[in-house]
């Protein structure tokens, strides 16, 4: 079966600075893969790049989420959601006016249909609709254990459960691959722990796959089937954890003392 | 900062100011006689009111700095936990009901009429607010779609004659339809430059109302514009007004309930998001062109609404009715009342509109007291006076 993402010879130009330089990659159906590099290697402009925020300078993109492949690139970033693509960010972008259940429950909206009259007149189907959407939302919110938080504003939560909040909120779009971009960012090992439980829950139990840009090598090491490498823009190293540990180029490049982690 | 610091600002302000005011305040030419006077006793005013003014407005801002040191998420204000007690909902809406019902019965014309104004800016704060406070979209130009309405209501009468029945809602239609030309080409636009654009689009309908002599009869304006009737019966000067207040109440219930409604939907949370996250919106899956002209159309609505209510109230307007100055004014409304609050809007529009009757004298200070006012809430109450609680839901905990 063809992957269910594949990327092909992208490159991303920034007038002259090419910020991802013809990169490959391909994430197979219930994969956990991981990209790494170093900072400012292109690694969120490629997640920019493939959820239609850019559109990139070249190459293709295509999905396949039921057996027949679909090119993606160049479509807005909403229709990209829609397809089942969904996506956290490294620098958190939460609805900060909105209480945790809110910001979930807007998740909902790729999946849901009212209207404006639909809104106005509240008829069966929309109250129907409104209560599907607290009810996902909630169960949502249980698996990655924020229920407890579900009327705070989202501006007020501890910094590593609003990621946990960005991931929550990806989920509620149903997407069969979900991107996180340095979801362990500014957590603690405790929390960090958590959260690798957490992804392998999300990928035994929903099926979705996962692309995850990541530093703690920990995290990257026991989570990914498959760990791409980047710098400046070129892809330096790919393969299973072991053969990036001990590719000499990579070391070079990034991993540097954190071999041994 | 040291006590002595800040005396020392305020010192340099006071001075400041006694310089910035001394042409205005000090210098007076008499021209009868032809000398010049020196009031030097305004200096000495000028300089202690500065001193004084800048050391409380120190004040206040190390409060507030200490304040949000100190605790950011205090509770909701004294009048949202009134507000969100559901055994005061049933009296609260009687009192407030039987009340509205026997105004205009209890005052006078007079009263009655600047309520009716009020009410207009009640309806026009509620639509904006879907614009400015659900949305996010500085629309400066928001009284440009108040004109469509009220010149739908007269041109159409005067040509087609048109009734106030037909004319509400094709109002409400054509100000919708001008909300989405006008949305269209700002999709892009974002914060100060939208509200730039959104100004000059204001600007250029009162410009062509007032240039356009066949088509609004320019500054002169359409006179004669009937009032609401009622099938079969024929309303006295007095009962028209009081007709027209039951009218412009039942619009402002209507337009509460429409717009609570909308705002705790699936359209309320994408405008929410929208205003708070452009491109994290766009990753839920949300439209953004098609959540912002939503948000410009719907707005719209209800300011072409009551652009009818205007004009059938007042019986004429010109394009003098419809300048800039509107359009701060709602905006005013919306920000004071607390933006995205309904409680808030309505609150703050009674107040900005009715203040300003009752306190004649200090009319020529509106402008003034406005901006003061404004700039005193964005930095010691941003939210505004009511500020906006979201919703929350209730679920068995299993
Ligand atoms: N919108 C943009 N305009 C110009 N340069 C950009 C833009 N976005 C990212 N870049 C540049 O692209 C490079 C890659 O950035 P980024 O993808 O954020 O790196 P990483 O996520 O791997 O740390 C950086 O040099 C950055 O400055
Ligand atoms: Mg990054």
Redesign the interface.
Known sequence: MKPILEVKNMTMDFGGLRAIDSLDLYINKGEIVALIGPNGAGKTTFFNCI?G?YTPTSGDVLINPQGKQERINGL???IV??KGL??T?QNI???????V??NV????????H???M???F?GKS?LA??KF??EKS?EILKKIGL?KY??E?AV?LPYGAQRLLEIA??M??DPFLLLLDEPAAGMNPQETAELDELILKIRDNEGISILLIEHDMKLVMSLSERIYVVDYGKKIGEGVPEEIRNNPVVIKAYLGEEIDA | MTAKDEIKKSFLASIWFMFLTFPLMVIKVNTVTDTVEWRWHNMVLVGIGAFFLSMLWRYLLKRQADGSKKEKKEGPGIIQRLLQKKELTLPGIIIIGCFTLLFPHIFSMYQTNIMISALIYVMLGLGLNIVIGLAGLLDLGYVAFFAVGAYSYALLNLHYGVVFWIALPLGGLLAALFGIILGYPVLRLRGDYLAIVTLGFGEIIRLVLENWNEFSFGPSGIANIPKPGLPGTDLSLQGSTIFIFYIIVALVIFTIFVINRLENSRIGRAWIALKDDEIACQSMGINKAKTKLRAFALGATWAGMGGVVFAAKTTFINPASFTIWESVIILCTVVLGGMGSIAGVISGALLLILLPEYLRDFGQFRMITFGAVLVLMMVFRPGGMIENVRKTYKFEKN
């Open positions: 959820t925020i807005k970033t909403n959601t829609r969904a996506r960010f972008r939460l609805f900060t006016s909105m209480t259940l809110e429950m807007v998740g909902c909206h790729a999946v849901t009212t209207g404006v639909g809104a106005i509240r929309t609709e409104e959407i607290v909630y229920e579900v009327d504003l007020n909120r990806a509620a779009t």
